[in-house]
């Protein structure tokens, strides 16, 4: 009998800690069947984040590290320089890359890092319960927003890939998600395209994937992968924002 | 024998630092340590290393720890605020079990405080600084050719004990120039860590995998044993072991009715003093803690046996004086004498402390 489907290799057989109808799960296998596709599982070093996906390196099947609150692309960075044939990636929410460690991705693609940044964005912090992330809509009620977010008190919800993509090195910025199967195979195309940009050498790319939080937004997940089109991608529209690897092409 | 060359401390730091086989420095530009990446900047492209200025020194370190996590020989370099902003990823080093080598040319804090040198970091150098449970093993030098000597013998530390070495430095080592002899440079290779991220040898065995979480409670008090197991080892190797060497240099304490202690640039000062003393006809000894992690406390306890006192300098208000006191038990009475805020002691201030204390007429 022939085998037409099946885990990737270079994801673990661990059960998943996310909640039901949360996206990470889909996102890792999409990031895991990439990476074998292109033959990079023997090579490839993952970065965790601290957030949901802190635990990230237990369903992968490969080198991994955790990394501090949001210093995973500098942590990524030291990985890479002191092995250039490796390929390193980080998978990070929007508390984690957005918020506190906005420093260190806004340098890690200024300096055209040659490694891949997978970002997570469901528009709250997942981990801690439900708090206001950089990326909440403004109105939407989070545990620290409980009357909203007010843009007048708190700014509004910050746009990584449209900043990212202001800067001259980066080689692939886009923006993606993952609420309708359609979508779903774009995700993957993105994802794909950043590890072999990495494996070309052509520098730093960023898949920004718009995502869901069931628990925390209160909404099963049907209906919230449907807010993800009414309300989410309105304010962050989906699209490839910098490609410059096709444009040499 | 290799010849006598002339280099200031930070100069002779960062060259040892290649000979060792350090090919990747990632730091933040603060005074009064910059001529320790600035030297680094010109000198690892020489040799296919990367020196790479981050955007901060939290990013700085940051870097350490994934490059030191590969397996690499890595090094990091600031000054006493920077070195504070460095806390968190020293404890993420020390909780993984990371060998690489973190310096901090002290300069006098608190707060921005002045560019001036000083020793007022021993409390976050040796104490902890970060959150949680570890330790640095700390080293002192005192002069330009200990910069470089302890520079190889950091990274040979923290390679074998797998743990991060700080050398607690001033400016006044940093910026001075004295002849020095480098040591013959050493053959590293990355792969000798077969641990290291990105480790690819015939012989690794599934992946490789560098954590600090530990969710389960008896997984992290295990971790935590385990830590201080390692620290313990650490402390007999610098006491009794094949590291005693570095633990402390004594003149003239056999004999002495008071012993001065002091390191850095502070244990030069307090030679001249000695020397002084003994000429005045005051029996006095020095005492100079090499390594300030593991404290040299057996050392300490057994002159405590002997001496009538100790007189503690420092160019701080009084830090390591509290690990002499610990050590004494009360045995005698501890004196401290100390100036902050980047001010030296004269030798002659330090002798009228003398003076009070063994004449105090």
Not at chain 1, 16 to 27: A, K, L, M
Not at chain 2, 58 to 86: C, F, Q
Not at chain 2, 113 to 128: C, E, H, L, V
Request: net charge neutral; glycine share 10%.
């Amino acid at each position: 009998m022939q085998k037409i489907f099946s885990r990737p290799q270079s994801l673990s057989a661990n059960p998943t800690h996310y909640c039901p109808g949360c996206d990470h799960g889909v996102i890792h296998r999409l990031v895991a069947e990439s990476i074998d596709e292109l033959g990079l599982a023997e090579r490839t070093i993952g970065v965790a984040p601290v957030g949901c996906s802190v635990f990230a390196y237990e369903y992968f099947n490969l080198d991994f590290i955790s990394a501090a609150h949001g210093r995973a692309p500098a942590v990524a960075t030291g990985i890479k320089r002191c092995r250039p044939d490796s390929i390193v990636f980080t998978y990070q929410g929007d508390g984690d890359l957005a918020a506190i460690g906005t420093a260190e991705i806004i340098h890690a693609a200024n300096r055209g890092e040659n490694i891949t940044v997978v970002f997570i964005n469901n528009a709250i912090y997942g981990m801690t319960g439900g708090q206001m992330a950089p990326t909440t809509l403004v109105g939407m009620k989070t545990a620290t927003s409980p009357y909203g977010r007010d843009a007048s008190l708190t700014g509004n919800p910050i746009k990584m890939s449209e900043m990212i993509a202001c800067l001259d090195a980066p080689a692939y910025v886009t923006r993606v998600t993952v609420n309708t199967p359609a979508a779903l195979m774009k995700t993957k195309k993105a994802i794909k395209n950043a590890f072999q940009l990495q494996k070309d050498g052509k520098g730093f790319s960023f898949v920004e994937v718009l995502c869901i939080c069931p628990t925390n937004w209160g909404k099963p997940p049907a209906e919230a992968h449907k807010w993800v089109t009414d309300n989410m991608i309105p304010v962050f529209p989906l699209g490839t924002f910098r490609d410059k690897h096709k444009i040499e092409a | 024998m290799a010849d006598k060359i002339l280099m200031k401390g930070n100069e002779a730091l960062a060259e040892t630092a290649v000979l060792a086989g350090c090919r990747h420095y990632f730091g933040y530009p603060i005074t009064p340590q910059s001529e320790l990446p600035e030297y680094l900047a010109k000198r690892l492209p020489e040799v296919e290393g990367v020196f790479l200025q981050a955007e901060s020194e939290i990013a700085a370190i940051n870097m350490i720890y994934g490059g030191a996590a590969t397996g690499a020989r890595v090094m990091t370099s600031s000054s006493s605020p920077g070195v504070s902003l460095k806390q968190e990823g020293i404890s993420y080093i020390a909780a993984a079990e990371l060998p690489c080598l973190i310096v901090n040319v002290m300069r006098g804090g608190p707060g921005l405080g002045n560019i001036s040198p000083a020793q007022s970091d021993y409390f976050q150098a040796t104490k902890g600084g970060g959150h949680g449970d570890y330790h640095l093993i700390v080293l002192a030098p005192n002069s330009v050719q200990e910069m470089s000597d302890m520079t190889m013998k950091a990274f040979e530390a923290a390679d074998t004990f797998k743990n991060p070495v700080m050398i607690l430095s001033d400016g006044v080592l940093g910026q001075m120039m004295e002849p020095v002899v480098l040591p013959e440079p050493v053959n590293f290779d990355i792969n000798s860590k077969k641990w290291g991220l990105g480790y690819r040898g015939a012989d690794k065995k599934g992946r490789n995998l560098c954590t600090t979480i530990f969710m389960d409670v008896e997984h992290l008090e295990e971790h935590n044993w385990h830590l201080y197991q390692k620290y313990q080892f650490i402390r007999d190797e610098f006491e009794k072991g094949s590291w005693k060497d570095l633990s402390i240099e004594e003149h003239e304490c056999e004999d002495a009715d008071i012993i001065l202690v002091g390191y850095g640039i502070i244990s030069r000062i307090l030679k001249t003093v000695v020397e002084k003393c003994r000429k005045r006809g005051i029996k006095a000894g020095l005492l100079r803690p090499k390594t300030l992690w593991p404290f040299p406390s057996g050392r300490v306890a057994e002159l405590a046996k002997k001496t009538k006192q100790f007189l503690v300098v420092e160019m701080s208000c009084g830090q390591m004086v509290e690990d002499i006191k610990l050590a004494v038990e009360g045995k005698v009475p501890v004196y401290f004498f100390g100036r902050t805020g980047g001010t030296i002691p004269s030798d002659f201030e330090i002798l009228n402390e003398v003076d009070k204390i063994v004449r105090p007429d």
